[in-house]
T-cell receptor, first 108, second 115 residues
Framework: GENVEQHPSTLSVQEGDSAVIKCTYS??????FPWYKQELGKRPQLIID?????GEKKDQRIAVTLNKTAKHFSLHITETQPEDSAVYFC???????FGRGTSLIVHP | GAVVSQHPSWVICKSGTSVKIECRSL??????MFWYRQFPKQSLMLMAT?????????EQGVEKDKFLINHASLTLSTLTVTSAHPEDSSFYIC???????????FGPGTRLLVL
């Protein structure tokens, strides 16, 4: 089955800095890679996704890159703000499999 | 956008009782629904996948006789935790998707506490 590794588990940045979260996956048949943001006690919210026929996708301050050969994909958040503080999960979704999560803390 | 609801949001029960959690897609037909369990500060662990009108497919290590899943309509799936014990206390979240679409829409979750 699919195995998704996510790093780092915790990421602490200053407001305005960039944050990068990385994930690797094992199943070469996976072709859809969403990223979710989950605030404490709430549901995961889809923030961006990428499909295997695309190498990069950007939405305002958020971008995702995918390297299918190496089986890794990354989330990039620029100009971080305190409200970006949350747990972020990557997933590889032929069978939905989530990474362990990254707790992002943005210090004002 | 697509909306998924869950009921109840909170449930406290005594050990040995059964608890039913409902997951509804409010504005789309959910051909597939997923049930996850999330322990504090951990990731979402997929428990089972259910397709409307079919038996659920359970992930390895998930007891199908303990976690009964019914997906009888295109807008409703239920998870029943039978004979609940304190170790079943967790945050249960459903998600739903339509047809071949890849995007899942998550419910708000149900926090279960078994005393």
């Amino acid at each position: 089955g699919e195995n998704v590794e996510q790093h780092p588990s915790t990421l602490s940045v200053q407001e305005g800095d960039s944050a990068v979260i990385k994930c690797t996956y094992s199943d070469s048949a996976s072709n859809y890679f969403p990223w979710y943001k989950q605030e404490l006690g709430k549901r995961p919210q889809l923030i961006i996704d990428i499909r295997s026929n695309v190498g990069e996708k950007k939405d305002q301050r958020i971008a995702v890159t995918l390297n299918k050969t190496a089986k890794h994909f990354s989330l990039h958040i620029t100009e971080t703000q305190p409200e970006d503080s949350a747990v972020y999960f990557c997933a590889a979704s032929r069978i939905p499999t989530f990474g362990r999560g990254t707790s992002l803390i943005v210090h004002p | 956008g697509a909306v998924v609801s869950q009921h109840p949001s909170w449930v406290i029960c005594k050990s040995g009782t059964s608890v039913k959690i409902e997951c509804r897609s409010l504005d789309f037909q959910a051909t597939t629904m997923f049930w996850y369990r999330q322990f504090p500060k951990q990731s979402l662990m997929l428990m089972a996948t259910s397709n409307e009108g079919s038996k659920a497919t359970y992930e390895q290590g998930v007891e199908k006789d303990k976690f009964l899943i019914n997906h009888a309509s295109l807008t409703l799936s239920t998870l029943t935790v039978t004979s609940a014990h304190p170790e079943d206390s967790s945050f249960y979240i459903c998600s739903a998707k339509s047809g071949l679409a890849e995007t899942q829409y998550f419910g708000p979750g149900t926090r279960l506490l078994v005393l």
